[in-house]
C-alpha cells in the first residue's frame, strides 16, 4: 500500500459503481488529498491542490467556452481530477474538453444522477482517512521494527536483512564510517566483485540511497537489481525509517567507542603519572583491555613539531579548527602506525602528542636501541609522508618493572625536550640513553646556580641584543653549531666572512673571554644549552 491515495483507489471504492472515466485516463494515478465543490468559473483562490473537484456543470452550460479553460486552469492549479454530473445540465462531454483533459493526463469521471453531492464527498474522505491511518500504522510498525533491532543491539546486517524483506530486493549497505559492507542475508559469497569496487564504481553502478542526516552522509543503501529499483512511496517509507535506524545504531556504536577510548586514556594517563599505586590495580585494569605488562616496558612519546607556534598565530576560527584537526588526523596515523607493529598498543592522546606504553619483546634485548631508533624514524616518515607537520620522537629507558612506567615517561618527555636543542628544533628520534652529557645537564640546569651560571656568561650578549637590535646570540649559536668554524657560519647566516668575524670579535669583546680557548669553549657551550633549556 502506498503512502497516498489516488484517483484510481478512490474509483475501485465499491460505493462508487457505476462512475465511469470518460476523459484523461492516463492521469488516474494523480494523488488525492481532499475533494471540494465548483459552482463557479474561478474556484482557485479557495484551493489547496491535489483535489477531487465536484461539479454539476451548471457553469458550462451557461457559459460553454470557459470548459476547456477551466480544465487547463485545474491541471496548472494541481487539482486531481474533476467529478461531472455529466447528465445533468451537460449531455456529452465536447471533443474539445476530452482532447485537451487527454493531453493534460487530467481525469474527468463522469458521476451518475444517483449520487448526491454528499454521497460522494463523505466516502472519498473516509477513504482518505483510512488510507492515511493505514499508512500510519504500517510506518509505526516499521519504525518499531527497526527501533527494537537497535534497541536490542541486533546489529547492522540484522537492520539490512529486514529492510530486503520488506523491499523485496537484495540490498547492500555500505558503511563509510567504519569502511563495512552488509550484503542483505548474508550473501556476501554471490558479490565477490562488488568488493573489489570502490564506492565511487559501486555508486556509479547500481541505485542507492544516502544515508545520513544534514550534510553528513553515513553511508549508502545499494540495490543490487541489475535492472535498477525505483523508490515508490512504500520503498521510502521503510528507507525513511531505516535511515534513523542505522544512525541511531552507528551512533551507539561510536559512543561505546568513545566511552571504551576514554577509559583506555584514563588508564594509560593514570599509568604514565604515577597515579597507580600498586600493580595489583594495574593487571585488574590492564586485562579489562586485554594488556599484559609483565615483560620489558618502554614509553614513546610523539609531539608534533611547532603546533603550539602555530596554533598561537592563528586568529581566524575556521583556520584553528583546521589545524586542530589537523592535529587529530597525525595522532590517528600515529595510532594506525603503531597498530601495524603492536595489535593492541596502550596510548594516550593530548592536544599535539600522544603516548605509548610499549611492551618490548625480550628476545629483542640485545638491540633494543637500534629497534626503537629504527620503530621512530618510521614513524616520523609515515607522519611527514602524509601531512605538513613533521614530528618529534621521544623514547625513554626499557624498565623491567611496570610500577617504574611513569620515570619511562619522564625520560621520553626529556628526551624530546633536549633533542629539540640537540637537532636545532624538530623532526628527530630520541632515546634517553642516548642523551649522554645532557642527561647531566638537565639534573642541574633548574636550580639557581645553573641560572646564574648562564647569566654570568651570556648577559652581555643579551643585553646588547636588546638594546641594539642585533644578532650576536643567534650569532654565537650558529658559530658553536659550526663548531667554532667562522667560514661555515658566513654561509649559514647569508652575511659576509668579514662581517662574521667582526660579530666574533663583538662576542669576544663583551664576554671578556679567550673563545680560542677549549675550556672556555666548553663553558660557552654549557652555558647556551643551559640556556636553551630555560627558554
Known sequence: MGEKTTVRDILNNPQFEGMEVIAGEKGLDRIVKSITVMDAPDPFPWTTGNEIVLCSGYIFKVNPDLFTDTIRKLHNNGMSSMFLKLSRFIKVLPDDVRQVADELNFPIINVPMRFAFIDVINPVLIQIIDHQSESLK???EINNKFSN????????????????????EDVLYYDLHFQKMYFSNNKNHLYEGIKKLNIKSILEKYDHYRIGVNNETYGYIIFLNDNGFTIDSDANNALTHVNTAIILDIQKKISSMQIKERHKNEFVQDLIMNNIKSKDEIKSRASIYGWNFSGNICTMVVDIDDF?????K???KSYIDRIE?????ILNTCIDFMKIMYNDTAYVKFSDSIVFVIQLDEKRENDFDKYLKK????LRIAISSKHKFTATVGFGSTKTDVMETHKSYEEASLSIKIGRIIHKG????????????????????????????????LSA????????????????????????????????MFVHYNTMKYRYKKICELMKDDLNNSESRMNLLLAVRIYQMFD
Open 461 to 492: 650578549i643579551l643585553e646588547h641584543d636588546k638594546n641594539y637590535n642585533s644578532e650576536l646570540l643567534k650569532t654565537l649559536l650558529c658559530i658553536i653549531d659550526n663548531d667554532w668554524n667562522l667560514k661555515n657560519s658566513a654561509k649559514d
Open 308 to 312: 603550539k607556534e602555530e596554533y598561537i
Open 314 to 316: 592563528l586568529e581566524n
Open 325 to 329: 584537526n589537523e592535529s587529530k588526523k
Open 149 to 168: 533491532i537497535v534497541i536490542n543491539n541486533e546489529g547492522m546486517q540484522v537492520i539490512i536483512d529486514v529492510l530486503a524483506g520488506l523491499l523485496k
Open 375 to 378: 620503530l621512530g624514524d618510521d
Open 138 to 140: 504500517i510506518s509505526e
Open 426 to 457: 624538530h623532526d628527530a628520534t630520541i632515546l634517553y640513553d642516548k642523551l649522554g652529557v645532557y642527561r647531566l645537564l638537565y639534573t642541574i640546569y633548574k636550580n639557581e646556580e645553573s641560572k646564574e651560571f648562564y647569566k654570568e656568561k
